[in-house]
């Protein structure tokens, strides 16, 4: 059976789950409970202290952790992975990027003769019109994003600017492989219904929720699953608005607490467009101040834990592009208790207080000492 775990936070911006309880089981009153992260594991009617830190220490993937993760990419059900699964210093950067903020990258997610045929497969799919375009034209009428904007200013930050959507939901152009009701994948695309059943087992939902240790987002290993893998297509004029995808905003009720974007390409450049813009968190006077662009490469992952901060979009993609392949999926919260908006404030107020420090850091180093000559 699987061991539930009680999470008490400090505050009222993270979940609150049997505060009672927490409190006669450690013994303490409130007051001194209120500033620390406390874990417990609790079996019928006892309970352990696992740990006990404070807002700026949260544990991150430890060795033996890290193994089990290694363990659980090595099962043949994920054969399709590349050499990064059995890296544990790359697993434990993984981790720790993931924790900080504000993603991560992989190169090679697959076996390179596996993404080949991937992209092979996806090429042919697109070809017999298997993909079906949905959305607007970026020019269309009724479109709420500001065109001159977008073209006058090639700056990351400039074009998160034209792209978002103010109060309106973000909108976005793509095409997107025919997956309704009943279909099966074509028998001729193999490698495409391997793909979507590794991606969908239980270990690989397992070894992203280890991954997100330390986050405050990872969750008993009964109450996660891992979303069907979906496919989609970039050609000329596709783009994306900018959004985010916390559990508060909702997009139907999503609850995912780790989101997972795979590219293939083949002969894509970065004048092709396309590239996913990091736009970040912005405010009326800095505006995006952290927002970069991503350029897609072939087999490379992108993998980030879904906040109201973790805002992106897609620039529009350029006249003459080749096909640029999307897989996407995510790790998700299916337990229906579990407070997955609340943990996810609880990290972008952690990661975003880490972030002014370090510009506090970085400022008090350049700035010249009192009476100093400049």
Known sequence: AQVPRVHCFRGDAAMPVWPRICRALLGAPAAVLAPWLVHLVVVGDAAEVVNVTDDHSHPLLRQRET?????????????????????????????????????????????????????????????QGEFVHLGPLFNGSGGHFRERDYLESSAPAARCAALHPQRAKARRRLWKLDQGAGRTYPRDSPTVGIIVDSLSHKAWAESLNLLLTGSGLRFPPSGIDASLPGLRCLAPGDFAEVQSSSAEEGRGGDRHVLVLEVWLTSGWTPRAGGSTLWCGASDSEQGFAQAQRIPPAHNRALLYAPHADAARGTEIVEEGASPLFVLTSALRATASYFDVAGHQEALRSRQRAADEAEAATVAAALRPASGAEL
């Open 67 to 127: 193994n089990e993760v290694v363990k659980l990419l090595g099962g043949r059900d994920l054969d399709v992975l590349g050499a990064w699964t059995s890296n544990t210093t790359l697993l434990q950067e993984l981790n720790a990027k993931l924790v900080r903020g504000p993603f991560a990258l992989i190169d090679g997610f697959f076996k390179e003769s596996v993404a080949t045929t991937l992209l092979n497969e996806l090429t042919s799919l697109a070809t």
